[in-house]
């Protein structure tokens, strides 16, 4: 929606039915909407009632909801930047090939360059020094900019690619 400087609104415009997460980068601790005609949404719940999907007293989490719609959508472009930082700093590390392709919202997807073999040594370096890495899939590695993460802890991560890469020599 950001990427394509679009509102909800404007994208159900073109669409029979929406659905859309308010957790991540609009920072609601659960929860995601459905929209579509009465008929749509009528048949939906009744899926969700089969399938066991009801919550009770779920009101707090439906404030949480109001508040990341109401406060969060403006912040989601700082989310939007810090990818863009976090994936041009992966790439001057020398350690990783971003997607540039693939960098339209806030996911950085990237493969290790060679002769960064190793990949088990770098997550251990990476958590000794407090940041958790996951293994990629088929080779594809992917971070993702949110609500709670700044630019300074992704120069602090960049440091520690650095300091990292010191080790390699």
Do not use: W
């Amino acid at each position: 929606m950001i990427a394509m400087d679009s509102t909800p609104k404007e994208i159900f415009k073109l669409t029979d039915s929406l659905t859309f997460c308010l957790s991540k980068g609009l920072a609601a601790p659960v929860g995601s909407l459905l929209l579509g005609t009465e008929a749509f949404i009528t048949k939906a719940r009744k899926y969700r009632k089969l399938i066991g999907g009801g919550l009770r007293q779920s009101g707090f989490m439906a404030a949480a909801g109001l508040v990341a719609l109401k406060t969060m959508i403006p912040r989601l472009q700082e989310d939007h930047d810090n990818a863009l930082h976090l994936a041009k700093g992966l790439e001057n590390s020398g350690l990783f090939t971003p997607d540039y392709s693939k960098l339209e919202i806030n996911l950085v997807s990237f493969t290790l360059k060679e002769p960064l073999h190793d990949f088990n040594a770098l997550q251990a370096y990476c958590e000794q020094h407090g940041v958790i890495i996951r293994p990629g899939y088929h080779g594809v590695y992917r971070f993702v900019t949110h609500y709670g993460i700044t630019t300074q802890d992704i120069d602090d991560f960049l440091a520690i690619l650095d300091s990292y890469k010191a080790t390699l020599i």
